[in-house]
């Protein structure tokens, strides 16, 4: 470090300048990974939380605490839908979800919890945690709701990649920045005696400068003699930088998409093949979402003897098709006698009519009984 001295001793002026502030700082842009998961996840949570769920007995539907709980108000802070969209957020987000009744008859989804699993008995969740409250008792595995979304795949692509598109943005991010950079240069007359505490008057005097350029859109600053400010501005920008990081964003956004099940089309809202895209993303993500929902709750709140005999809880409002859009489809379906007028409501999520003439099959297109017809004349 000899050589450096000698250097600075026969030049105070680069002496001086070597403690300026000439900053550069690389900030991890964590925002990236919270953004593609929040865009996809909250996206099929929306989808989920316009579902109706329907306890169904004897083919019609009861209108009861657990139809109120599913539907309308599942605890004194959430309605229905935010109760189911932080569900499905936890179940993807956190490959795991678990939902307790209180003694006070609400539904709460844990915030964390402790899962003990046994070969023969029935698992036991412990030190189970609602925002800031610990449950002192444990709960059994058939007294609350618990799914798991077994998807390995999204929890090792967001410890490896998130990182690595993270280094990558933040990257980009600086030559943009760079690019866009108002760049000058300061000239002085250094013949007077560069003390410390001239030193930090200068500094000050940079820095008041830099910052009237910086907040103001009309600056005016003194000129001083031995003073000199010339700005330095390439121009060679050409907005590539910006097009190319809103790639990058959209690219990592398409890729989680992919691994949920996500049609790219929709995440975006582009409205190129929109049918194709809501039939893949209703049969791909939703649809085996609400079959694991569904199994769920007539598992834990339907015993065997009862779902035998056929009650159920249904989950209904997504995966049916429009009924005005289908007007000419469920004429044929009636009318070729493959449906009763009773089947065709079920398929279309309506319940099923009182009215014994709509377990009839018709045919014909003025929907007459099948019995009715003989040799081509009516009796």
């Given at each position: 470090?000899?050589?450096?001295?000698?250097?600075?001793?026969?030049?105070?002026?680069?002496?001086?300048?070597?403690?300026?502030?000439?900053?550069?700082?690389?900030?991890?842009?964590?925002?990236?990974?919270?953004?593609?998961?929040?865009?996809?996840?909250?996206?099929?949570?929306?989808?989920?939380?316009?579902?109706?769920?329907?306890?169904?007995?004897?083919?019609?539907?009861?209108?009861?605490?657990?139809?109120?709980?599913?539907?309308?108000?599942?605890?004194?802070?959430?309605?229905?839908?935010?109760?189911?969209?932080?569900?499905?957020?936890?179940?993807?987000?956190?490959?795991?979800?678990?939902?307790?009744?209180?003694?006070?008859?609400?539904?709460?989804?844990?915030?964390?919890?402790?899962?003990?699993?046994?070969?023969?008995?029935?698992?036991?969740?412990?030190?189970?945690?609602?925002?800031?409250?610990?449950?002192?008792?444990?709960?059994?595995?058939?007294?609350?709701?618990?799914?798991?979304?077994?998807?390995?795949?999204?929890?090792?692509?967001?410890?490896?990649?998130?990182?690595?598109f993270a280094n990558l943005f933040s990257r980009m991010i600086e030559v943009s920045l760079r690019k866009n950079q108002i760049r000058g240069k300061v000239g002085m007359d250094s013949t007077q005696d560069l003390t410390d505490k001239n030193r930090t008057k200068l500094?000050?005097?940079?820095?008041?400068?830099?910052?009237?350029?910086?907040?103001?859109?009309?600056?005016?600053?003194?000129?001083?003699?031995?003073?000199?400010?010339?700005?330095?501005?390439?121009?060679?920008?050409?907005?590539?930088?910006?097009?190319?990081?809103?790639?990058?964003?959209?690219?990592?956004?398409?890729?989680?998409?992919?691994?949920?099940?996500?049609?790219?089309?929709?995440?975006?809202?582009?409205?190129?093949?929109?049918?194709?895209?809501?039939?893949?993303?209703?049969?791909?993500?939703?649809?085996?979402?609400?079959?694991?929902?569904?199994?769920?709750?007539?598992?834990?709140?339907?015993?065997?003897?009862?779902?035998?005999?056929?009650?159920?809880?249904?989950?209904?409002?997504?995966?049916?098709?429009?009924?005005?859009?289908?007007?000419?489809?469920?004429?044929?379906?009636?009318?070729?006698?493959?449906?009763?007028?009773?089947?065709?409501?079920?398929?279309?999520?309506?319940?099923?009519?009182?009215?014994?003439?709509?377990?009839?099959?018709?045919?014909?297109?003025?929907?007459?009984?099948?019995?009715?017809?003989?040799?081509?004349?009516?009796?």
């Open positions: 470090m000899g050589w450096l001295n000698n250097v600075l001793k026969r030049n105070s002026e680069l002496e001086w300048m070597l403690d300026l502030d000439l900053t550069y700082e690389t900030s991890h842009r964590a925002y990236l990974k919270k953004m593609a998961l929040e865009t996809c996840i909250n996206f099929i949570g929306r989808t989920i939380s316009q579902s109706d769920f329907r306890i169904m007995k004897n083919g019609k539907r009861q209108m009861n605490d657990w139809h109120y709980l599913l539907n309308v108000r599942p605890n004194t802070d959430q309605a229905a839908a935010d109760f189911w969209q932080k569900f499905i957020y936890e179940l993807i987000h956190e490959n795991e979800v678990l939902v307790i009744l209180t003694d006070n008859n609400d539904l709460l989804i844990a915030d964390s919890f402790t899962r003990v699993e046994y070969a023969v008995y029935p698992d036991i969740f412990k030190d189970v945690t609602v925002k800031d409250y610990t449950f002192q008792r444990s709960f059994n595995m058939d007294e609350v709701i618990y799914l798991t979304y077994n998807n390995e795949k999204l929890s090792k692509f967001m410890d490896g990649m998130f990182d690595d500094q000050n005097f940079i820095d008041k400068l830099f910052n009237s350029f910086r907040n103001n859109s009309v600056a005016l600053v003194p000129m001083l003699k031995g003073f000199n400010y010339e700005e330095v501005y390439s121009g060679e920008n050409n907005g590539q930088s910006v097009e190319e990081l809103t790639k990058l964003k959209r690219s990592l956004v398409d890729d989680v998409a992919n691994i949920l099940g996500i049609p790219n089309a929709l995440v975006h809202g582009e409205l190129a093949e929109y049918e194709t895209s809501i039939k893949a993303y209703i049969k791909f993500c939703i649809g085996p979402l609400l079959k694991k929902i569904k199994d769920e709750l007539n598992n834990k709140l339907i015993d065997q003897k009862a779902y035998l005999k056929g009650d159920r809880i249904e989950v209904k409002g997504i995966t049916e098709k429009d009924l005005i859009d289908h007007a000419e489809a469920v004429d044929k379906l009636v009318a070729s006698g493959a449906f009763t007028r009773n089947e065709v409501r079920e398929l279309f999520g309506a319940e099923r009519s009182d009215d014994p003439e709509l377990d009839k099959f018709v045919i014909t297109k003025n929907y007459q009984s099948a019995d009715s017809v003989e040799g081509g004349e009516v009796r």
